[in-house]
């Protein structure tokens, strides 16, 4: 497939060698500017030149238009349009081979070579398309006259032929076209011959130029590029819409970003070829210019429609290379979103809060529910059943979540539940263009499900590279831990075979406030973690604590010195445990003792992998009547597994008073915390 590929340059022409009042000739403008000798004419008049596409020619063959060219002693404009065909190189870091196509003889050609190969192999299999393409031009229409056989018309007819060609040529006999030589080398910017022992990767360069025979082609390396080009499908009035692709040879600040409304009565999609506009819209409002676009009132009922052109900026020329631009436009049309001023308490709150934002720091942990955990036959008829499902779809969610945590405007957000393609292609793109800087980790899993931690860039630096903690087998690393899981009784197995099987990580991040408010110097330590969620587990979430305050112990060791203790620090996530869990007894006392009755839950706790048992054993809890409860009990005053576990922090619980950051059928409770330490207040 033939690209479009635009260079737009602004450079300078120094005309004053000329006599005044006279015009350098358009053709001696564009033969200085392809031989690269521009750069001794620096001045003041700008040029544009163009590769767009030629319909009237095959192949990479391109047309080149020289305009605005204006003289130092005179105020003129000259126009020409000059023939360059150009070879298109692609050449990409790391992979074997180079790629060229151009057009010879009227006919698209391809060529792969190796890299690291020397040009001289390149150059051999040039001469050879070239003296095949030749000589299938001059034998074009050649054929040997054939011999008279039969009677008739036939014979009379052969006998006319024979009487038109002039006496004493034998046609049978008559000689192919003799074929030449042909000549290919490459011409540096400079002008002067690329050595065939250079490697191919060097020696074809954007900017060289590649002579075969009596033809010179402009190489254009590594054309811009846009490849899977889509937005979501379910646009709502004042959520915004992100522009997913991959560029390719192309930034996204040299890029061009067009969305378009489009009003009744257009043309539509080519059947064909979905998400691509094949014929050209009679009129279509531009709406928007840049990746992102927040539709508005006046798009509601109506389709958008996003194009986008890439580009980069030459190295060499310091112009702008642009490629061919990709089009998308929504099935669905733009609808009204849902009403957000249950939110306005929160906004109102989020703008007293500016006034006061140099002294502050605004954290937020948000558990996102993860689409793979809100879809389930499960999740849709019994944890979620009060809400419509397409409510629990994740192209609406997304749109929803992101807005809401967009608008706490914090310096620090922590997410749960993040899937890894929804950050990669939403999450992380979306936070960006609002000012942040993303770090995700993954579940110690297969399940592409994990945390990710954000920060303003202004604000915040990031300080090495973050810690990732696994909370799998941190706990064997201790001895007291150890000792929990190392018995033979029951309670022992299931705690050692949730513990391994938990699939828990922790983010450990340390940042540099660039800001330095309050005089601190000291780095800030951000934990981000998601613990074990089944309700009849407090002791293992113990056990995953405890290892986590032993990790935080000596990275703040390695960070403060003798001063570690007043390190600020933030602890944040979904911890799964309601505040009456022992859980925050052991962060905020800093110990937990054996008699603490979250041990004694441990007698019932049976760690399950099927999916399909954990659901029935949330039915069969929810069930219990009061002698189940009586006889839990007594189980539970005689656990097997114990131990007094301390930990060296002084954290401190913010928010204590929010009614429940969770709710399903099953229950309505706060399972989500901030702690802070240190400096912190």
């Given at each position: ?187 540096d910017v400079r002008g002067e011959r690329v050595s065939e022992e250079t490697m191919n990767k060097f020696a074809l360069e954007d900017q060289f130029l590649l002579h075969v025979g009596n033809e010179t082609y402009r190489m254009i390396k590594n054309v811009p590029e846009v490849n899977g080009l889509t937005v979501d499908e379910k646009p709502m009035a004042g959520f915004r819409l992100f522009a997913d692709c991959e560029l390719q040879f192309a930034s996204e600040s040299a890029s061009k970003w067009e969305w378009y409304r489009l009003t009744a009565g257009e043309e539509s999609l080519n059947d ?410």
């Amino acid at each position: 497939m033939t690209r479009k590929v635009v260079l737009n340059i602004i450079g300078m022409l120094s005309l004053s060698c000329r006599p005044c009042g006279s015009l350098l000739s358009p053709q001696y403008l564009a033969r200085s500017f392809l031989r690269g000798s521009l750069r001794a004419h620096r001045a003041t008049s700008p040029f544009r030149l163009q590769l767009p596409r030629a319909d009237h020619m095959q192949g990479t063959r391109r047309m080149i238009r020289l305009s605005t060219v204006q003289s130092l002693q005179c105020v003129s404009e000259q126009r020409v349009e000059l023939e360059m065909p150009v070879c298109l190189i692609r050449c990409v870091e790391g992979e074997p081979h180079l790629t060229g196509t151009l057009c010879i003889a009227g006919k698209e050609k391809t060529f792969h070579r190796l890299q690291e190969d020397a040009l001289e192999t390149t150059i051999q299999r040039l001469e050879r398309i070239a003296k095949e393409e030749r000589k299938r031009g001059l034998s074009h229409g050649f054929k040997k006259p054939k011999k008279g056989k039969g009677k008739g018309k036939g014979k009379k007819r052969q006998m006319n032929s024979a009487a038109e060609e002039p006496e004493g040529v034998e046609l049978e006999q008559a000689p192919l076209p003799v074929l030449e030589d042909i000549s290919v080398w490459v011409e540096d910017v400079r002008g002067e011959r690329v050595s065939e022992e250079t490697m191919n990767k060097f020696a074809l360069e954007d900017q060289f130029l590649l002579h075969v025979g009596n033809e010179t082609y402009r190489m254009i390396k590594n054309v811009p590029e846009v490849n899977g080009l889509t937005v979501d499908e379910k646009p709502m009035a004042g959520f915004r819409l992100f522009a997913d692709c991959e560029l390719q040879f192309a930034s996204e600040s040299a890029s061009k970003w067009e969305w378009y409304r489009l009003t009744a009565g257009e043309e539509s999609l080519n059947d064909g070829e979905e998400g691509s506009a094949e014929e050209e819209f009679h009129s279509r409002e531009l709406v928007c210019t840049s990746q992102y676009y927040t539709p508005t009132e006046e798009d509601v009922g109506m389709q958008l429609l996003v194009q986008v052109t890439p580009g980069r900026q030459d190295e060499a020329s310091g112009g702008l290379v642009t490629g061919e631009a990709e089009t998308f436009m929504l099935k669905g049309e733009v609808r009204r979103g849902p009403d957000m001023s249950v939110h306005g308490k929160r906004l109102q709150h989020c703008r007293e809060y500016e006034s006061q934002r140099t002294s502050r720091l605004r954290i937020v942990s948000y558990n996102i529910l993860a689409d793979n955990y809100a879809n389930t036959p499960f999740a849709v008829e019994s944890l979620y059943h009060y809400c419509n499902q397409e409510y629990l779809q994740i192209d609406y969610r997304k749109q929803v979540f992101t807005w809401e945590i967009l608008q706490y405007n914090a310096e620090i957000i922590c997410l749960q539940e993040v899937c890894a393609e929804l950050y990669d292609k939403y999450i992380e793109p979306t936070m960006k263009a609002a000012g942040y800087t993303g770090i995700y980790t993954n579940k110690i899993s297969s399940s592409r499900i994990g945390c990710a931690t954000f920060f303003k860039s202004d604000r915040f630096s990031l300080r090495g590279s973050a810690l990732i903690v696994d909370l799998t087998s941190e706990w064997d690393r201790d001895e007291t831990l150890r000792s929990l899981c190392s018995g033979s009784s029951e309670m022992a197995q299931n705690l050692h075979r949730a513990l391994v099987r938990s699939t828990t990580v922790a983010q450990v991040i340390t940042l540099e406030d660039n800001e330095k408010v309050g005089g601190r110097d000291h780095p800030l330590v951000i934990t981000n973690t998601h613990l074990f969620g089944s309700p009849e587990a407090p002791h293992v979430r113990l056990v995953q604590m405890a290892s986590l305050q032993k990790v935080l112990k000596s990275h703040c060791e390695k960070l403060g010195g003798s001063d570690w203790k007043s390190l600020p620090m933030v602890l944040c996530g979904d911890f799964n445990a309601p505040p009456a869990e022992g859980l925050h007894d052991f962060l905020s006392l800093g110990f937990i003792d054996r008699g603490h009755a979250d041990w004694g839950k441990g007698m019932i706790f049976r760690s399950i992998d099927s999916r399909k048992e954990r659901e029935a054993n949330w039915f069969a809890r929810k069930s219990m009547t009061a002698e189940d409860l009586m006889q839990e009990s007594v189980l539970t005053s005689q656990p097997d597994v114990s131990a007094e576990l301390e930990q060296p922090f002084a954290w401190r619980q913010t928010c204590k008073h929010v009614p429940a950051t969770f709710c399903t059928s099953f229950a309505t409770q706060v399972v989500d915390y901030i702690y802070i330490a240190g400096e912190l207040e």
